[in-house]
């Protein structure tokens, strides 16, 4: 059985038994506490927590995961072992508050056995040490032997964190056999390599609050997970992850580009497995729109491209290597993975130049770690501060500095490199600034137990909508929160903020400052109260509409502006971010270098046009199946049920649940103002709508008669003017360049007449600090002078040294103000003939020449 036939006879069997099969979710978590989905479970945690209702109680997934990064991290022992991945797959069937460890157990028996054919008598199991019901269910219904259930501790619970859902777990294991170790079972400690994990069963069943105190859950859930790579290396009778079929094929592709032979050597061998592993990796995750950079999954995506080509440059390879990769992978696993074959020149393009940089970072690296090592011979000890240089400097992977220290005997100091590198951290963290959140989350999930979610009225009404108040919450040192059955206000979401407007009882008025989602479904008005609002109370609800007009301009708008981006920059650019407010709207992409002025040119060009010919613009709900037929994108960030919103406006055809105008010519001009970098391969661009850019314009013009009033020309003769004023002011400073070089010159005659044993030490003040240099060479250059050093406090503020002294005097310039300078609270340069110092304490001046004085016998 290969992997693809393996997804789908899992899938069908738990849909027989009335799973419903979904697709894997993306890689990036719909949760802040995690970089990726790490686990079959990660998509349903709001279901696990109460927080979100699942649309049918049983669900089947094989969900692509990665553990890279953060607390699940098993990038390090990638290549090591014949097990550990990055990026794989998890094969899942979730109960939720449904069936429990009854028909749990046996379905996962029963997978295994009769439609895998996998041996049962080399099948054990774990259950926790309390778990008496699910040894029973192993032993009698299943008929596993008792000999072969062994109970452990904290290996079989589970929990999702200190507080929340929780509850054991049992785990199934295949014994690979004697040859691979003692026996006795996954308890023998000493066995790890004999018996390996390939299903585990999670029986949720307590909630454990912050005391501690443990109850039972009124409906216990299941959450199954089961690494398909692991299961199909028991059912291909391979001892590593690394010989399963797609895997395999991925090892031929890395032998291909880099010349190497899998088998002929284990270090080589190591490079082959972490190159075919991390192809996986970088593609599914490009593929879901995380980019290379140095922060957050950017920069756990660089560090796995970086070690994949670290290893072909071991391997001696010159030449680029992980596109050929990235081909590879999406032969193989694309027919199960369609987005890789759309995404497929995306990520080659990316890969390929992300490749091209780092081979330049490991060239420089290593001339700099070449020159520091030279020095050393045999046994000595690169300092870690080095080290940490060039890894946090240049890039340059301490791996590869401690390979190439160990070639020629030296050793890295590690624990100096982690000192400096916890120097950081501490420096990061301290700048740090945490953000708290202020919700009651007990009472916002008994407001929908009792009243459902907020019923969204604000696509047709918007003033003087009747509602009910449900609950005020907060008091006037948190701020107030009030919660309603049905609600015209906008809540947060997709990059639109909130509406603001008012609230109105017989008993107080409420002015809507912010409108969000406290959970989903349920809209949270956070407001200032006068009066009083009481629950039950009977309200008229009025949206600033001005404010969302001006709102729905730049939200339409901003989808324009994606389809302009790709129509002209190109298919690659992908959402990473937006803000859609009333003055301005922000959209964040995916893009490599800055958009030229052409390219911003033609992006305003296309959507203005689209808005001057004023086609409707639709925004209706449909299911997500006929979305993706019309060619919908999705924008980054958002999260989608079966049932989605669609905007389509000219060209856009976007998945978006916000709040959009009735037709195009209803956004009016279009600008865009900025454009710029927020990281590596990220930009920005902000623009205006609707009369901003004509204020604008006009402000603009304004600056420019008053431009042409100063420069005394007319207004369309700006530029000329501004030249011929910035060609006389170069004549004047050439000038007064010349003047001053002539005075300096004759101050140097009565400054060197001051010359004691040809050495001179003077305070001149009033001049810059070139003019100063100037003048102490003029000075050296006087016949009898061999050294000079001038002090003074220039118009811009500060104090300045000059050094200048002949050459043969036994005198170095730097030296002479070394000292100085840090008097004055400054430093400078080093040179022998002429050396400069600039300060922040013009008051030490004389002291500090003083000191010049001293040194030089004076």
């Known amino acids: 059985m290969n992997a693809n036939e393996l997804r789908q006879v899992f899938t069908e069997f738990f849909v027989e038994r009335d799973h419903q099969a979904l ?36 669900a089947v997934t094989v969900q692509k995961c990665v553990r890279a990064g953060g607390k699940h991290n098993d990038l390090d022992e990638v290549g090591r072992t014949k097990r550990h991945l990055t990026f794989f797959e998890m094969m899942g069937n979730f109960s939720f508050g449904d069936y429990f460890k009854e028909q749990a157990i046996p379905q996962a028996w029963e997978f295994f056995t009769e439609v895998l054919g996998l041996d049962p008598e080399r099948l054990w199991v774990t259950v926790h040490l309390t778990d008496d019901e699910a040894e029973e269910i192993w032993a ?17 619970w589970w929990r999702m964190a200190d507080t929340g859902p929780n509850g054991p777990c049992s785990e199934i294991f295949w014994d690979k056999g004697p040859d691979y170790g003692p026996t006795g079972g996954p308890a023998n400690p000493e066995a790890d390599e004999r018996y390996v994990e390939i299903w585990n069963l999670v029986f949720m069943q307590f909630e454990t609050d912050e005391s501690g105190e443990s109850t039972p859950l009124p409906k216990p859930s299941i959450d199954t997970g089961a690494g398909l790579e692991r299961v199909l290396s028991v059912l291909q009778g391979v001892d590593s992850v690394f010989e399963i079929d797609e895997m395999q094929r991925l090892l031929a592709t890395a032998e291909q580009t880099t010349g190497a032979q899998y088998g002929a050597d284990e270090r080589s061998d190591f490079s082959l497995r972490v190159l075919a592993e991390h192809a996986r990796t970088m593609t599914f995750l490009i593929t879901d729109g995380v980019f290379p950079s140095n922060e957050d999954r950017g920069y756990v995506l ?13 391997l001696g390879v010159n030449d680029i290597v992980t596109p050929a990769l990235v081909d590879t992978v999406v032969e193989v696993m694309g027919p199960d993975y369609p987005e890789l074959v759309a995404s497929h020149q995306t990520v080659r393009g990316i890969v390929e130049r992300e490749e091209k940089r780092f081979r330049e970072t490991l060239r420089t690296g290593s001339g700099i770690l070449d020159d520091r090592l030279s020095g050393l011979t045999h046994g000595d000890v690169l300092p870690g501060e080095v080290a940490f240089l060039l890894h946090d400097t240049y890039g340059f992977p301490l791996e590869v500095t401690q390979e190439v220290a160990a070639e020629r005997g030296v050793e890295v100091d590690q624990p100096g490199f982690d000192a400096a590198m916890a120097e950081q951290r501490e420096r990061a963290k301290a700048a740090r600034k945490e953000v708290g959140a202020d919700t009651d989350l007990a009472v916002f999930q008994e407001l929908v137990e009792q009243h459902g979610v907020t019923d969204f009225v604000g696509r047709t009404e918007i003033t003087d909508v009747a509602g009910t108040v449900l609950g005020v919450t907060g008091d006037a040192d948190t701020g107030y929160s009030v919660f309603l059955d049905r609600s015209p ?69 901003t989808h324009l502006m994606h389809w302009a981006l790709r129509e002209v920059v190109g298919d690659h650019v992908q959402q990473q971010g937006s803000m859609v407010a009333p003055d301005r709207l922000r959209f964040d992409f995916s893009h490599y270098e800055p958009l030229t002025v052409e390219q911003v040119a033609s992006i305003e060009d296309l959507v203005n046009t689209e808005v001057l010919g004023n086609p409707a613009a639709r925004n209706y709900e449909t299911s997500m199946a006929e979305a993706e037929a019309a060619g919908a994108i999705a924008f980054f960030g958002d999260k ?53 850019p004509i204020h604008r314009l006009r402000d603009e013009e304004a600056v420019l008669h008053e431009a042409a009033e100063l420069l005394g020309v007319a207004f369309d003769e700006v530029v000329e003017g501004l030249e011929k004023r910035l060609g006389e002011m170069k004549e004047l400073r050439t000038e007064v360049k010349g003047l001053r070089q002539k005075v300096a010159l004759g101050a140097a005659a009565d400054l060197a007449a001051s010359a004691v044993d040809g050495r001179v030490v003077a305070r001149v003040d009033g001049i810059g600090r070139d003019e100063l240099r100037e003048l102490a060479v003029a000075i050296r250059g006087r016949d009898g002078v061999t050294a000079v050093v001038l002090g003074g406090a220039p118009e811009g503020g500060g104090a300045a ?43 030490a001046l004389d002291q500090a020449l003083d000191q010049v004085r001293v040194a030089l016998g004076l």
């Open 489 to 557: 206000f906008y809540a947060e979401s997709g990059g639109q903020i909130g509406d603001t407007g008012t609230i109105t009882t017989d008993t107080g008025r409420a002015r809507v400052i912010d409108t969000l989602y406290a959970l989903p479904g349920l809209h949270r008005h956070r407001v200032e109260l006068e009066g009083e609002l009481e629950a039950g109370q009977s309200a008229r609800l009025s949206i600033d509409v001005e404010r969302r007009d001006a709102i729905r301009r730049n939200h339409t708008a």
């Open 23 to 58: 697709p894997s979710a993306s890689l990036i978590p719909h949760d802040s506490s995690l970089l990726f989905v790490n686990s079959g479970m990660v998509p349903f945690k709001p279901y696990f927590l109460g927080e979100e209702r699942p649309d049918h109680p049983r």
């Open 640 to 692: 989608y049920g079966d049932m989605v919103r669609v905007l389509e406006a000219g060209p856009s055809v976007e998945l978006c649940g916000g709040t959009h105008v009735g037709a195009l010519g209803d956004i009016g001009a279009f600008k865009i103002v900025s454009e710029g970098s927020i990281g590596s391969n990220l930009r920005r661009v902000e623009a205006i709508t609707g009369l901003a």
């Open 140 to 156: 009698e219904e299943v008929g596993v032997p008792r000999e072969r259930i062994q109970r452990l501790d904290e290996d079989n």
């Open 302 to 314: 660089r560090r796995i491209m970086r070690r994949a080509i670290r290893h072909a440059y071991l």
């Open 801 to 843: 040294l000059v050094s200048a002294v002949a050459t043969d005097t036994g005198f170095a310039a730097s030296d002479l103000i070394a000292d100085a300078a840090k008097t004055i609270k400054g430093g400078g340069g080093k040179n022998a003939e002429v050396a400069m110092a600039g300060g922040k304490d013009p008051e």
